[in-house]
């Protein structure tokens, strides 16, 4: 029978969790190695920095080299090359003998309806939106032997029929393969979760029109757009011993907009103008 401690490798602060030991001088991913897909900036660049502010060793990488700061370290990888992953996977093998956690975060956008998209261009969305999380998975969850934590970036469009068709059907892809790969991969006690979030303020909605952004603030609760220092925490969480039972899961980061369903416009539409909530 597994114990908790052939499941995953246990952090001192977890350990602390479950004593009296106190925690203060020790991170919640201290003694991790994390790579980060996609981290020379928006989301990314955010999970690096909140993981290495709480001692995980982060191997951030990108199409083009991300300048961020040491003790990150900074690698060149194109998540769509299956040799590039190998090479990626050797030289953390030689450095630090094993993977203990990674961030599948590389995504482009993709918002050509259905009626537009070329099998190109589907292609092409699928290459670093799904296939990029598969080959990640592929390469170094061998380097996972004493356990590990895999978090996918999925999208709310990966919840919902979204317009944009290719970058749904990616991120609905991303949404299987972290179910499958969480089932295949429990055995070897590596988590594997899928986190859906809605309108981050990144350079990528930053290219898409005004008006979806104030479209997304309209159908989003909490009544705004999200910020990558948001979604960081929740990354930092899953790849921490913290949530050494939680894979499999998926988890929304979008101030409730995939929660209601597309209900909020009927909400709206028969509010009282004298209720007292707004
Ligand atoms: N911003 C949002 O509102 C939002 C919402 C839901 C999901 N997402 C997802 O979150 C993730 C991060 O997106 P973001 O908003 O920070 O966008 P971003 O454009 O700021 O960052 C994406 C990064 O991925 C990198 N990238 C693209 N192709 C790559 C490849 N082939 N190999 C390696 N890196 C590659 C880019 O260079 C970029 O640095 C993506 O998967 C995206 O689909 C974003």
Redesign the pocket.
């Known amino acids: 029978m597994s114990t908790i401690a052939s499941i995953g490798r246990l952090s001192d602060r977890t350990d602390a969790i479950w004593s009296d030991r106190p925690a203060a001088d020790v991170g919640r991913t201290d003694e991790k190695i994390v790579v980060v ?8 660049a955010a999970e690096a920095r909140a993981l290495a502010a709480e001692g995980a060793t982060v191997i951030a ?4 080299l991300p300048e961020l700061e040491p003790p990150i370290t900074c690698r060149e ?4 090359v299956q040799e590039a992953w190998s090479e990626l996977g050797a030289w953390i093998e030689a450095r630090h003998g094993r993977v203990d956690g990674l961030v599948n ?5 993709m918002r050509l309806r259905l009626a537009e998209i070329t099998l190109a261009d589907l292609e092409r969305v699928m ?3 799904l296939n ?1 999380p598969l080959l990640g998975i592929q390469a170094l969850s061998p380097l996972m032997e004493q356990g590990g934590s895999i978090v996918n ?5 990966g919840l919902l029929g979204f317009h944009a068709v290719g ?1 749904t059907i990616s ?1 609905w892809g991303v949404r299987a393969l972290s179910r499958v790969a969480s089932l295949e991969l429990g055995p070897r006690g590596i988590r594997v979760n899928a986190i ?10 930053a290219s898409a029109p005004e008006a979806f952004r104030q479209a997304n603030v309209d159908v989003t609760p909490l009544g705004r757009v ?1 910020q ?1 220092e948001e979604v960081a925490p929740l990354v930092v969480f899953l790849i921490s011993d913290e949530a050494s039972f939680i894979s499999g899961a998926e988890i929304a980061v979008d101030g409730g907009q995939s929660a209601h369903g597309g209900a909020k416009s009927l909400s709206d539409a028969v509010r009282s103008p004298s209720s007292s909530t707004p």
């Open positions: 897909t996609g981290a020379a900036g928006g989301q990314g990488t990108d199409l083009h990888l194109d998540v769509t975060n590389a995504g482009i956008p290459a670093v939106n990029g970036v999925s999208s709310v469009a970058y991120k859906f979030p809605g309108y981050i303020e990144t350079p990528m909605t999200g990558t």
